[in-house]
Structures are given as structure tokens and as C-alpha cells.
T-cell receptor, first 110, second 119 residues
């Protein structure tokens, strides 16, 4: 089963950091962890991805546990535009398929 | 960079007709494109994987004769919903993964989606 486990929903206040958790306890050594987000009636937007080391880009940071069984997406300062469904996905290295789970609906309060 | 477009963005058709949806990678070459379907308030479901110049690989439960996929070039894949029925109404989304050397090989970039409504 390539799916991950995420909380159904989370709330944050504007300009505060947000930590979105993801469990992937059966991850294999060649699986990458990808994060996408989706606004209503739009295609998913790439956020970040990683394999073993923590990753940073202009949108977010990805902290990967040492045993790789969990990871956390960090939005450093949430804005209203960050309200979306966030998907944590395992990508099988061999197939490159992305199998989407149910994601976390993030609400950002002003 | 890494822009994927879809056309049309929205289509309404009568039951029994066929509908073609185009997916284009605008600024990179994509050896692999993926097609997803998303019903209201649900997650994306992978339908098929399309490789340039070869037959698409369909996920279990997806009818290949119902959903025809063609990936004729490194920048274009098409999905044709044949003999569409109301239950085919959904949000269809494509994604593209860059070819080696394109600089966008590590992940997939998604199109904006096509809303299909079958009356």
C-alpha cells in the first residue's frame, strides 16, 4: 500500500508557522516523499520533495525523520493563500507513480 | 518553468458523444504523462500512465477502450472519453514528468484540469 496517513484537517493563524505531519511507516528505501497542494477546481501544485535529507525551497521546508517513517511539511509563515488541501505522497522510484491519499485540508484564519 | 496546460478547461456534452482532452507541456519535453480523475470532495485517482511513442498503461479498473490515451509527441498527450455517460462526469487532470536533461525529471507538474459534464 503506497498511501500515507495525514490528519483530515488543520487550522492555522495567518503569519504563524504551520507543521503538517505525514506518516509513511511502510516506506521503502527508494521511495521519495512528495508534497503537493490543491485549491478547489485546480490541478495540484508541486510544493517540495525529498528522499532522506531535510529540504528547503522558497515555498516550504520538508523535515524527514531519521527512520523515514514520517515527515513534516513546514510553512514558515502561513498566508491566506496557503489555505488548500495538502497531499503527502510516496513516489515509487521505479514507476514514478504518485498515489494520492486523502490529504490535509488546511484552513488559515486571518 | 514547468508549465502544463489542458484544453478545454470545461466541456459539456450529450450522453453518447466522445470528448477529447489535450494535455501539453509548454516549456519542457515530457516522456511520461499521467492522467487522473477526481470526483467532488475526493482525492485524485490515477487512471493511466502514458509514455511517448508507446501504449498507455492503465490502472486496475480503468477501461482502456473507454478512455483512449495517445501520447504522440514529447509535449502532447490526449485523453478521449468515448461514448461518455453521466457517470463519466468528473474533473480530469493530467501531469507531466520531464525527459532526461529537461531539468524537471524529479517530479510531476500538473495541468489545471478539465471539468467534464455529461448530460
Amino acid at each position: 500500500d503506497a498511501k500515507t496517513t495525514q490528519p483530515n484537517s488543520m487550522e492555522s493563524n495567518e503569519e504563524e508557522p504551520v507543521h503538517l505531519p505525514c506518516n509513511h511507516s511502510t516506506i521503502s528505501g527508494t521511495d521519495y516523499i512528495h508534497w503537493y497542494r490543491q485549491l478547489p477546481s485546480q490541478g495540484p501544485e508541486y510544493v517540495i520533495h525529498g528522499l532522506t535529507s531535510n529540504v528547503n525551497n522558497r515555498m516550504a521546508s520538508l523535515a524527514i525523520a531519521e527512520d523515514r517513517k514520517s515527515s513534516t511539511l513546514i510553512l514558515h509563515r502561513a498566508t491566506l493563500r496557503d489555505a488548500a488541501v495538502y497531499y503527502c505522497i510516496r513516489r515509487r522510484g521505479a514507476t514514478n507513480k504518485l498515489i494520492f491519499g486523502t490529504g490535509t485540508l488546511l484552513a488559515v484564519q486571518p | 518553468g514547468a508549465v502544463v496546460s489542458q484544453h478545454p478547461s470545461r466541456v459539456i456534452c450529450k450522453s453518447g458523444t466522445s470528448v477529447k482532452i489535450e494535455c501539453r507541456s509548454l516549456d519542457f519535453q515530457a516522456t511520461t504523462m499521467f492522467w487522473y480523475r477526481q470526483f467532488p470532495k475526493q482525492s485524485l485517482m490515477l487512471m493511466a500512465t502514458s509514455n511517448e511513442g508507446s501504449k498507455a498503461t492503465y490502472e486496475q479498473g480503468v477501461e482502456k477502450d473507454k478512455f483512449l490515451i495517445n501520447h504522440a509527441s514529447l509535449t502532447l498527450s490526449t485523453l478521449t472519453v468515448t461514448s461518455a455517460h453521466p457517470e463519466d462526469s468528473s474533473f480530469y487532470i493530467c501531469s507531466a514528468r520531464g525527459a532526461r536533461g529537461s531539468g524537471v525529471t524529479d517530479t510531476q507538474y500538473f495541468g489545471p484540469g478539465t471539468r467534464l459534464t455529461v448530460l
